[in-house]
Structure formats: C-alpha cells, structure tokens
C-alpha cells in the first residue's frame, strides 16, 4: 500500500482514540468532519479522475477532496489577517518545491531520496514557516504541491507543448499531498506548543476571537477532566461502600451460625 493510504489510517486511528483532538480544535475541525475528509481522500483514490479538458485530470482523493478541505479550512480562519498568510504561504510553499522540482534530479536513483518525498517535506517544511499556524501551515502544505502541478500545466501551454494526459493531485502527487499536509500542521502542533509552554501560555497580541477560543477549549477540557476524574471517584466510592456492605453481611451470618450451634 501506498504511503499516503498509510498515512491517512494512521491519522485516524489516532483521530479515533482522542489523540489528536488538540490539533483538531485549534483547527476548528471536528471529529465526524475529520474522518469524512479522510475517507474521502481514502477512497477518491480509487475512483476514476475528473476530466477538465483535453488531456488534464484531476484526481477525486489527491485533487478534488484536498482543495474542498483547504478551502473549508480558510473559511473558518478566524481573521483576514490569518486567510492573507494562508494565501501568500501557499504561493511560497508552491514556489519553493516548483524550484526545487525545476533544478533537482527527476530521476529517483539520481537522489538519496524519493522526488515526490522531496517535494512533499519542502512544501510541509516551507508551507508551517510561512504559514505558522496550524490552520495555516496545513493549508499552505497541501496547496504547496497541488498549485506545482498546476503551475507545470501552464508552463506547458505557454510553451505550446502538450499536456500528454495530466492529472493534478495523481499518482505520486497523492502521496505527497498527504505527507506535506500532515507534516505542516505536525511541525506547527510540536513547535507552537513547545514555544507556548516556554512562554507561558497563549500569546497576548493573538487576535481576540482566537484567543477566546483556546480558553473555550482549554476550559471544556479542563472540565472534562473534572467530570472523569469525579466519576472516578464515585465509582471507587461505591465500590468500597459494596465491599464493606458484603463484610457486614458475612460478618451476621457467621454471628447467626455461632448462636445456633
């Protein structure tokens, strides 16, 4: 199986037991969201492409589902300031692994590692330093490859060459839009947290509405814990009050035995 496949059953196995529900909350996605989207990807791999014209495609799982995501995503950012950065870091990230496509070896014996994991890591690494959110870095990640394939359709029609049966978001490209997405928003999930705890928290000039929704999700996780914890609690109460009941018990009938005899 393909690594993006892999990829995607990981990240939902870890959606499935709760592991991930920090990252999906700063990313305003919710669980049942989340696991539609990568079904979506999951299976659109395997359906037939979409054609857009003469000899270009595009694919329903690499193409198609990625750009309703992003576009999703970019809807719910929280401020014009935040769409902006999206936007401009996707345009870096797509011209960072278009250059490095551009003056790097195609040939996969020719480098020490896979192109398309190349392009994937450069527009996952280029795609979190300009986007530095999560919503942002995922965003810029994921459209970071796709726009390279649609840059490479317009350097072919400038140049007057023929596409030769193009797919954006096909075969390799699949693969390298599920690492760069997953990467970006990784890298911003481990250095943004890292960088909160060492400064103590939530940053003070983040946006107001932002800011208001960590404290929401902080506050319903903290009291999350408190409902488990306190249902715990009752549970080993009742428990212990059923095991000193069952003592008392025992301890009358062995008295009611002794008088009879």
Not at 107 to 127: K, T
Not at 129 to 146: Q, T
């Amino acid at each position: 199986m393909p690594i993006g496949p892999i990829t995607l059953t990981i990240v939902s196995v870890l959606i499935f037991f709760g592991l991930a529900q920090r990252i999906l909350d700063r990313m305003r996605l919710s669980d049942k969201a989340a696991f539609l989207f990568i079904g979506a990807m999951f299976f659109g791999a395997y359906l037939p492409d979409i054609p857009l014209g003469a000899n270009l495609s595009i694919n329903v799982g690499g193409g198609l589902v990625p750009l309703i995501l992003v576009t999703y995503l970019f809807i719910k950012a929280g401020t014009a300031k935040e769409k902006i950065r999206a936007v401009v870091a996707s345009l870096v990230a797509a011209i960072a692994v278009y250059g490095v496509e551009r003056f790097m070896p195609e040939e996969p014996g020719q480098m020490f590692i896979d192109p398309l994991y190349m392009y994937a890591i450069v527009a996952g690494v280029v795609g979190y330093l300009a986007g530095r959110s999560r919503r942002s870095s995922f965003i810029a990640g994921v459209m970071g490859v796709i726009l390279t394939d649609v840059f490479y359709v317009i350097s072919l029609a400038i140049g007057g060459s023929e596409l030769g049966g193009t797919t954006i978001g096909g075969a390799g490209i699949y693969d390298a839009v599920v690492i760069a997405g997953i990467l970006a928003v990784v890298l911003a999930e481990v250095v943004g947290e890292t960088r909160e705890r060492l400064g103590g928290g939530p940053s003070d000039d983040r946006p107001e509405d932002l800011k208001r929704h960590l404290k929401g999700v902080e506050f319903a996780n903290m009291m999350k814990n408190l409902e488990e914890d306190f249902e715990l609690d009752e549970d080993e109460d009742l428990q212990e009050n059923n095991k000193i009941a069952s003592l008392d018990e025992k301890r009358r009938q062995q008295e009611k035995d002794k008088n009879k005899h």
